[in-house]
């Protein structure tokens, strides 16, 4: 949890314990109403009403005052409604409800909080003993017994105090799991790009294209979606690497890989299938809006230049087929690759149709060639 998160999360339990105080002196106020209705005594208004103005004080400042010193406003409220019952009745048990402010502070585990909650409670608690006689006209009190509520008091702050020490540990460690896991996950997410991609074109490598295609296959065959296959082959790409250079070749990979990035489209699945080859799982599309997507991309790397190649242009060539029903992964990538390898043998830089192959003549009418 954030520090944000932790302010907001405050805040709302200052809120709630301020409905309960107002909860609390309410229904005090309606007890005292009905008794004065019974004996017509004021007296024994006063504690109450002076309780009602403690929290209109405490209801105002939350509301004027910098978040920062919320939780100091809750501590002198509790402290001050604590003393008002403590020096209306003389009842001694009554000195306990000044712990409230030092067990409040737990929540806020902060120790300055709590030195601040045990100050507000010891002096009035102080106050009670040693002055509380002449003012107020109470009964004595003897020393020892001060001197035992206020060792509680200070046994029960010692043990808020510990609490709160622990609160914070946790804290800590909560805090350090959590740094622990997001790094944890960003490590998993960055292996895991590293094992579906392949590191020079950044598409899916060849074992992550298979599994999306094992995957939509099985897709096609539940849910009737269109799905089409284009096998693409840089041409003539081993006489770029041996002319230029196999920096060259890794240049033109990268920038035919990004080309087909920008083309494809958002459910489209784009691989670097191994060397020069690569291949592209349509999704969404009829096989004619496929085509029209692939006819732009053949267009588009073969009107580039590149200086890597002293301003000479490289093609490309595609196979495309569409899945047939029940046909399988084999039979449907065989298909598509005789696709291929009939585009670059009958003259490079087009698309053939699988299903535009005559199986007798091993002969392919091009979908597009070259201008």
Not at 45 to 60: C, V, Y
Not at 284 to 297: F, G, I, N, V
Request: proline share 2%; charged share 20%; glycine share 4%.
């Amino acid at each position: 949890m954030d520090l944000e998160s932790l302010i907001e999360a405050r805040e709302r339990w200052n809120r709630r314990l301020l409905l309960g105080f107002w909860t609390f002196v309410t229904v005090s106020l309606l007890i005292e109403l009905a008794y004065w209705a019974f004996t017509a005594r004021f007296d024994i208004l006063m504690p109450t009403a002076l309780q009602l103005f403690i929290m209109l004080i405490s209801h105002f400042s939350l509301k004027r005052m910098d978040k920062s010193l919320h939780d100091y406003v809750m501590i002198i409220c509790s402290s001050l409604l604590a003393s008002v019952y403590l020096f209306s009745y003389d009842t001694d048990y009554l000195c306990f409800l000044l712990l409230l402010p030092i067990v409040l502070t737990i929540y806020y585990l902060d120790t300055r909080k709590l030195f601040f909650g045990a100050i507000t409670a010891l002096l009035p608690l102080q106050l009670y003993y040693w002055a509380g006689t002449e003012l107020f006209a109470f009964t004595a009190k003897p020393a020892h017994e001060q001197i035992g509520t206020t060792i509680i008091f200070a046994f029960v702050a010692f043990i808020s105090w510990a609490t709160i020490r622990r609160g914070q540990a946790l804290i800590q460690y909560s805090t350090k799991i959590h740094l622990t896991n997001q790094d944890l996950l960003v490590k998993t997410v960055l292996m895991d790009k590293l094992i579906k991609t392949d590191a020079l074109t950044e598409l899916y490598n060849h074992i992550t294209f298979h599994e999306y295609l094992e995957h939509l296959i099985v897709q096609h065959e539940a849910n009737d979606l269109s799905l089409q296959l284009a096998l693409i082959d840089i041409d003539n790409f081993k006489l770029v690497n041996d002319q230029y250079g196999h920096r060259a070749g890794d240049a033109i990979l990268r920038r035919v890989s990004e080309i087909i990035r920008t083309v494809s489209g958002a459910n489209d699945v784009a691989a670097r299938y191994g060397g020069e080859e690569f291949a592209i799982l349509l999704t969404d599309k009829m096989p004619e809006q496929s085509l029209a997507l692939l006819e732009k991309l053949r267009v588009k790397i073969a009107a580039e230049t590149h200086d890597l190649l002293d301003g000479k242009k490289v093609t490309i060539s595609i196979g495309f087929s569409r899945y047939r029903p029940w046909e399988g992964k084999e039979v449907f990538f065989a298909r598509t690759d005789e696709a291929l390898y009939m585009a670059k043998k009958s003259g490079k830089n087009r698309i053939v149709l699988a299903d535009d192959i005559d199986p007798q003549s091993g002969n392919a009418e091009s979908a597009s060639t070259s201008a």
